[in-house]
């Protein structure tokens, strides 16, 4: 199992803002994998190259306060051949299975070349707020 520590985005922290202030909701909901190398950017406001997006299975509390870890199952089907670059948190209620949908809440890098179908991957992504 792969975790991989993630930037929290500018975006991100404008939506945990807004829940703060109850006109929000930071949940996050999917993460999605992507083949951009480019490096993370608190700037960002989508992967690079998004190639599939899954809900996500659990969250948990990390050991750091303001850590969240979220995990994703990635079946033996799922983006076959693909040489997985980059990872992404999208959280609130515009975050769909849709491509770029929701607030990329973080953004990080992680090789993991041409996923084989027989494989499956379980990724937990580790961010702190």
Not at 11 to 23: H, K, M, P, Q, Y
Not at 60 to 88: F, N, R, W
Request: aromatic content about 4%.
């Amino acid at each position: 199992m792969a975790t991989v520590t993630a930037t929290l985005t500018d975006d991100g922290r404008n939506l945990i803002r807004e829940a703060l202030r109850g006109s929000g909701n930071a949940q996050v909901r999917y993460i999605a994998i992507g083949t951009s190398t480019t490096s993370p950017s608190t700037s960002d406001h989508k992967l690079g190259s998004e190639v599939l997006r899954k809900q996500v299975t659990s969250i948990t509390d990390g050991t750091t306060a303001g850590e969240i870890i979220a995990s994703i199952y990635i079946g033996a089907g799922d983006a076959v051949g693909v040489t997985i670059e980059e990872i992404g948190a999208f959280a609130g209620p515009s975050a769909t299975t849709t491509r770029d949908t929701g607030v990329m809440l973080a953004r990080a890098l992680w090789h993991h070349a041409d996923k084989a179908p027989t494989e499956s991957i379980i990724t937990q992504l580790d961010i702190i707020i």
